[in-house]
């Protein structure tokens, strides 16, 4: 039996929001029904954010309720606080994203408060999901930044991942996102997090979010992968480069995800043909903007094994 792993596309939030140009709504809209239609099952697609704060996600509602009309899409939206969580509920968004950061000096950069005033403020967001009927109910993820390290504070205690991560998962988080904001993990850690971090969560789902900004990407997502993790972000062309270090990669690119994955012998729901037909749409409509990948670049090898999913239904 062939063993599944769970993709989620975080370009049109993790990517489009380092990205100053405005793609035009019916563009983001065009690329999550692409996506979607190359079998992407889970999209993270916009950030509920006041407009004035990144005008990217101002048309947020609009691109949500496309999203929502996907057939089997899993319709993720990032959240950060209570306000962003009231809207994402209103919409009917099916989970909501909250984001904190490990690293204190990151969450105060970030947000303006410590960590511990974000972890009170996720049990606020916990409150109002549990108070929502449970046909409209949305899931609830968390994701710990900087676990990995941090820009500002440099080495981030791995006791402090967990204590944090324990907190949550006794909130009563629906997913835990372990992520390496900054791209400063290495694999041998990646390890070490999260074998302990999946012993905490037990039945509760662990995703991994790295970024390949020094090129450890892909081992970072092999090393998860060793250790038990089946969930993962990634990014459309590698999207979500710094926007003070022009030319730094982003996020892990998904086309490249994909491929190792397929070519292990895991399923991932993709049909990696039809997604890199869907990064040429998304990159003509993004001009400037730079894409990353190496399959994208070299093209599927002769030994390439075919979109194992497609077999396995
Ligand atoms: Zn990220």
Redesign the pocket.
Known sequence: MTETVALRE?GMR?GLQNIRQFMPTERKQAWCAAEVAAGMREMEVGSLVPPKLIPQFADAEQVIGFALKQPGLKVNALIPNLKGAERGVALGVHQLNYVLSVSEGHNRSNVRRSTQESIDDFKRIVALRDAQPKERRPTLGCGL?TSFGCTIEGAVDEKRVLAIAEQILSAGVDELMV?D?VGYADPAQVRRVFTQVLRLAGKVPVAA?F?NTRGLGLANVLAALEVGVRRF?ACLGGM?GCPYAPGAT??VVMEDTVFMLQQMGFSTGVDLPALLLVRKQVEADLPGVAFHGDVARAGLPKTWRGNLAAAAE
């Open positions: 975080v993790d930044a992520a904001t979010h970024h972000d979500g982003g996020n």
